[in-house]
T-cell receptor, first 111, second 115 residues
Framework: GQQLNQSPQSMFIQEGEDVSMNCTSS?????WLWYKQDPGEGPVLLIA?????ELTSNGRLTAQFGITRKDSFLNISASIPSDVGIYFC???????????FGKGTHLIIQP | DAGVIQSPRHEVTEMGQEVTLRCKPI?????LFWYRQTMMRGLELLIY????????DSGMPEDRFSAKMPNASFSTLKIQPSEPRDSAVYFC?????????????FGPGTRLTVL
């Protein structure tokens, strides 16, 4: 099935650095979401975006819904060790539909 | 509030055996989703229900897979017969439709190994 193009696949950064990752799609989504998954657990919702152009923050996390509705980015400022994990973008066509996921960005933080 | 509950957390079975995965959605949620996660294919939607009715099962890989939702608080995903390529982590998620937000919340997953 269709998947979103998420990049980068992995990031090795120093604690305190800012992080940026993005997702693109060839088709339009009406909702974009960002999840974080820790080993052995299910994805946990970080941010949900519902309007094209919307910029939303959740603590040190900021995400934007692209104007074309075909892309989204997630920024993490001043990374800390607990930010380690895999971050997934997900798109949703209609409010009651299932999600289409990116392949994930594996974030590794070096102290 | 309890989150999405899945059982078992781990299942190891032999090829050809029947496998049943169980999910209890968050109370008050009226949509339920089954996803599968593998290294090769990532997270994929298998099937979802709205108000206990299956809406889209186009992601179900084969006739060996079936899912039911007999009531608002319980769903099963069955694989019969199981094959080694079915080995994956299976997630259940639920959401409340209607209103502005309809975020999906995921359970901890069932790690299935078919030998």
């Amino acid at each position: 099935g269709q998947q979103l193009n998420q990049s980068p696949q992995s990031m090795f950064i120093q604690e305190g650095e800012d992080v940026s990752m993005n997702c693109t799609s060839s088709s339009i989504f009406n909702t974009w979401l960002w999840y974080k998954q820790d080993p052995g657990e299910g994805p946990v919702l970080l941010i949900a975006l519902y309007k094209a152009g919307e910029l939303t923050s959740n603590g040190r996390l900021t995400a934007q819904f692209g104007i074309t509705r075909k892309d989204s980015f997630l920024n993490i400022s001043a990374s800390i060790p607990s930010d380690v994990g895999i971050y997934f973008c997900a798109g949703q066509k209609g409010g009651a539909d299932g999600l289409t996921f990116g392949k994930g960005t594996h974030l590794i933080i070096q102290p | 509030d309890a989150g999405v509950i899945q059982s078992p957390r781990h299942e190891v079975t032999e090829m050809g055996q029947e496998v049943t995965l169980r999910c209890k959605p968050i109370s008050g949620h009226n949509s339920l989703f089954w996803y599968r996660q593998t290294m090769m294919r990532g997270l994929e939607l298998l099937i979802y229900f709205n108000n206990n009715v299956p809406i889209d099962d186009s992601g179900m890989p084969e006739d060996r897979f079936s899912a039911k939702m007999p009531n608002a608080s319980f769903s099963t995903l069955k694989i019969q017969p199981s094959e080694p390529r079915d080995s994956a982590v299976y997630f259940c998620a639920s959401s409340r439709q209607g209103g502005y937000g309809n975020e999906q919340f995921f359970g901890p997953g069932t790690r299935l190994t078919v030998l």
